[in-house]
């Protein structure tokens, strides 16, 4: 090998065990170099707002903004270990070693999957409350929402665990030369997470929000035909609150949001086998934890003023988290 040659390598002094440096066109170094790190900084900003806006104030300490709260931290750990993981094994030469590697994939994987668990959780929430708004106070309170949160994120780390087992007993499985850090899986465990991971929770998402749809669309033509009085002496008990109907409204954009940038991935991984082509879809996917608490503040007025009292540093002030911000 010529020195030419050489100086392509991770490990020049290594010959034909390294690996070659990674070639980027320049629409794949942008989303790597700057739109990824943009993305990733911001990620974690806006859920840390989330994440201290919930945990501050008392009167947003409801079962469904603890499954906000929950997805928020999923997203945090995305935007501080999963983008900085993806930037680096991608414009780079991986030299932490395979150890790192797989315990930085495995983590976040953990990451991905909880968010996936959690926007179903946030499906079977929104169907209790307009599907069956007199029993919600009963069936969805805070400890069984918390209950279902550790579950949740015990659950992912099982499943994640069970898929990258032989990754995790042998770090070195999957890669093709020094200075490369990939996550691979045996077939068993590639079609439990497509199964797990994928197919089930879009198929419970699906169905919970489309009977969601169907009885909020019901509701709402009710409203407006019938008169008011009326609605009121007859109806209201059967109905579920107008703020939860903006609610579902509201998660059901979060969860449409996050059905595109998941699914596409998902399918993408099934047939394509360039990682080159499956880094745009990861950025796509990734992309989702930057934009959820986006729309928290465009369609939350409390979250808005949640996030105006802490930029403003105003939850520092005695009694604050008492503040009337609903």
Same mark, same amino acid.
């Given at each position: 090998?010529?020195?030419?040659d050489?100086?392509d390598l991770c490990?020049p002094?290594?010959?034909?065990i390294s =690996?070659?440096?990674p070639?980027?066109d320049? +629409?794949?170094?942008?989303?790597? #170099? %700057? &739109? ?5 900084i911001?990620?974690v ?5 989330v994440?201290?806006s919930?945990?501050h104030f ?9 499954l ?7 997203d945090?750990?995305v ?7 993806m930037?680096?094994?991608s ?19 953990i990451?991905?999957?909880a968010?996936v668990g959690n ?12 599907c069956?708004?007199?029993h919600?106070?009963?069936k969805?309170?805070?400890?069984k929402?918390?209950v =279902? ?6 659950? +992912?780390v099982?499943?994640?665990? #069970? %898929? &990258? ?8 499985t ?5 200075g ?7 077939i068993i465990?590639?079609?439990l ?11 419970v998402i699906?169905?919970?929000?489309t009977r969601?749809?169907v009885?909020?669309?019901s ?11 009326v609605?009121?002496?007859h109806?209201a ?7 939860e109907?903006?609610?579902a409204?509201?998660?059901?954009i979060?969860?449409l949001?996050?059905l595109?940038?998941?699914c596409?991935?998902n399918i993408?991984?099934?047939i ?14 990734s ?9 928290y503040?465009?369609f939350?007025?409390c ?23 609903l």
């Amino acid at each position: 090998m010529d020195t030419e040659d050489q100086s392509d390598l991770c490990f020049p002094q290594l010959g034909n065990i390294s =690996c070659r440096k990674p070639m980027s066109d320049w +629409s794949r170094s942008f989303i790597l #170099i %700057v &739109l990824l790190p943009t993305t990733c900084i911001l990620t974690v900003l806006l859920n840390l707002l989330v994440v201290i806006s919930i945990s501050h104030f008392r009167r947003l300490h409801t079962p469904t903004n603890f499954l906000l709260l929950s997805l928020a931290v999923s997203d945090i750990l995305v935007g501080l270990v999963g983008m900085p993981f993806m930037i680096t094994k991608s414009t780079s030469c991986w030299l932490l070693g395979d150890i790192p590697c797989i315990l930085l994939g495995y983590l976040t994987f953990i990451c991905l999957s909880a968010s996936v668990g959690n926007m179903v959780l946030i499906s079977a929430d929104r169907f209790v409350a307009i599907c069956d708004p007199l029993h919600y106070t009963v069936k969805v309170t805070v400890k069984k929402i918390q209950v =279902c949160i550790c579950i949740c994120w015990s659950a +992912s780390v099982i499943h994640c665990g #069970i %898929v &990258l087992k032989d990754k995790l007993a042998h770090p070195e499985t999957g890669n093709t030369c020094l200075g490369e850090c990939v996550r691979s899986t045996d077939i068993i465990g590639g079609i439990l997470d497509v199964i797990v991971n994928f197919l089930i929770p879009l198929g419970v998402i699906v169905i919970l929000y489309t009977r969601v749809f169907v009885v909020a669309v019901s509701q709402a033509r009710a409203m407006r035909s019938h008169d008011k009085c009326v609605k009121v002496q007859h109806s209201a008990p059967f109905r579920a609150k107008k703020s939860e109907l903006k609610a579902a409204k509201t998660l059901g954009i979060v969860v449409l949001i996050f059905l595109m940038c998941f699914c596409p991935y998902n399918i993408a991984s099934l047939i394509v086998y360039n990682e080159n082509v499956m880094n745009y879809f990861a950025y796509f996917y990734s992309l989702n934890s930057c934009l959820n608490p986006l729309i928290y503040a465009v369609f939350y007025p409390c979250f808005r003023r949640a996030f105006k009292h802490i930029v403003t540093l105003r939850v520092l002030q005695p009694g604050s988290s008492d503040t009337h911000i609903l």
